[in-house]
């Protein structure tokens, strides 16, 4: 794997009275969005921000005018750029919602991440030259680094591509497709500061409305606020649309995620996309424990990569909510250097989390591996209106040189 000498990429052009800007549509893992090099995007914030929601059509339920798919988990974006210090390729993940103008920069998307790597493949930004390509990724919102690895076979024309076809399958996409295996580093504290914000495995958070509710903060790559789904009134194996058709059961769980918030020292979280909730019970199909998670206040079709990774961290902490309806083996013991596997099961299926154990007592989680896949759906360029982002005025202009 080289990393090009130059730019790159293509800039962002004026057409009529809008603005094009060179896009690429990915699925990775469960989610779907947008993908952008950085470097065609004006540098300032606002001015980007003020992009991306034009571009998905937000805020608008239906997203009508834009490329979002009216759910959370079609509305994210990746914004990507060539890596500096070390790491390969560096991203932004911003997370739209369908009816909001607010771009949230501060969490991170797992399943995103899976197709970071065949981006900047696709875009020159890395160039392989191996059967298989591996680069260590960079999340700019939380600072942590995954190495990733995707197929890149020789083609007929002597060039090496990101190869999508294959016999992968993850439970929430249709088929099969080539494996993007992904390992993280450190993602302990990714936005919590630490992997217990509150330094308990459980704590006791009083509700108005609920009373005294057990729950288990962690942030493992995806602030999490744990609970039984039963103190929620929930059976657990509730399917997404029903929750979402529950809004007693709703308002519950956003209460409790508002006082969970202020807890796990993330301060008022109302307008913010976490912490996530996940609502847990004891395995119902062969798995470690069943999920339902809000994100935050729409069912998960499944679940988030990093949050089924916080979860798995969850279920081998003694005296956690989550280890007690767990089943998993029983990681006890000196030393380091094991491995577990803990099967989440969710809505779509299940999710296979493997963690690296350290030493301690309980032991430490060092590292967590799993595997994803991706697609790229479209390649072209994505417009906005000139009215949004002018590239041709001296402002902008500098911005994006």
């Known amino acids: 794997m080289t990393a090009t000498d130059g730019p790159s990429y293509r800039r962002a052009r004026t057409a009529g009275s809008q ?3 060179p896009a690429l549509v990915m699925r990775g893992g469960t989610s779907r969005g947008l993908f952008l090099d950085a470097r065609t995007l004006p540098a300032d914030p606002a001015v980007r921000d003020a992009v991306l929601l034009a571009a998905m059509g937000s805020p608008d339920p239906r997203q009508i005018d834009g490329l979002g798919g009216a759910h959370p988990l079609t509305s994210k974006v990746g914004i990507v750029s060539p890596g500096s210090g070390g790491v390969d390729v560096e991203w932004t993940f911003a997370q739209l919602q369908p009816d909001s103008d607010v771009v949230d920069t501060t969490p991170n998307c797992g399943n995103m991440l899976a197709a970071v790597l065949p981006f900047a493949i ?16 960079l999340t700019r919102n939380t600072g942590a680094v995954a190495d990733i690895t995707v197929p890149t076979p020789l083609g007929a024309d002597g060039r090496r591509y990101v190869e ?7 439970d929430g996409v249709p088929g ?21 914000p509150t330094g308990n495995v459980r704590d006791t958070v009083t509700v108005p409305g609920l009373g005294e509710v057990e729950v288990t903060l962690i942030d493992n790559g995806q602030p999490l606020v744990i609970v039984r789904a039963d103190r929620l009134g929930a059976r657990g194996d509730e399917t997404p649309a029903e929750i979402d058709a529950d809004a007693a059961l709703k308002d519950r769980v956003e209460r409790l995620r508002l006082d969970c918030g202020r807890a796990m020292g993330l301060g008022d979280v109302t307008a913010k996309n976490y912490p996530k909730m996940t609502l847990v019970s004891a395995p119902a199909d062969g798995g470690s424990i069943t999920t339902r998670s809000l994100i935050p206040r729409v069912a998960h079709q499944s679940i988030g990569v990093l949050a089924a990774v916080t979860v798995a961290t969850a279920c081998v902490l ?3 909510v989550a280890h007690e309806v767990a089943v998993v083996p029983d990681v006890a013991g000196p030393g380091g250097g094991r491995e577990v596997t803990v099967s989440v099961e969710h809505p779509s299926g299940e999710f296979s989390v493997t963690l690296g154990l350290g030493a301690g007592d309980p032991p430490a989680v060092v590292g967590s591996a799993l595997l994803r896949t991706a697609r790229l759906l479209m390649t072209g360029e994505v417009l906005v209106p000139r009215a949004v982002w002018d590239p041709t005025t001296e402002k902008n202009e500098e911005a994006t040189a």
């Open 19 to 21: 603005t094009a800007v």
């Open 122 to 137: 696709e875009t020159g930004i890395l160039v392989p030259d191996g059967d298989t390509t591996t680069a260590s990724v």
């Open 164 to 170: 999508y076809a294959g016999d992968a399958r993850i």
């Open 176 to 196: 099969t497709a080539a494996p993007v295996r992904i390992a993280f580093l450190d993602t302990a504290g990714s936005v919590a500061g630490s992997l217990l």
């Open 318 to 320: 003694p005296g956690s």
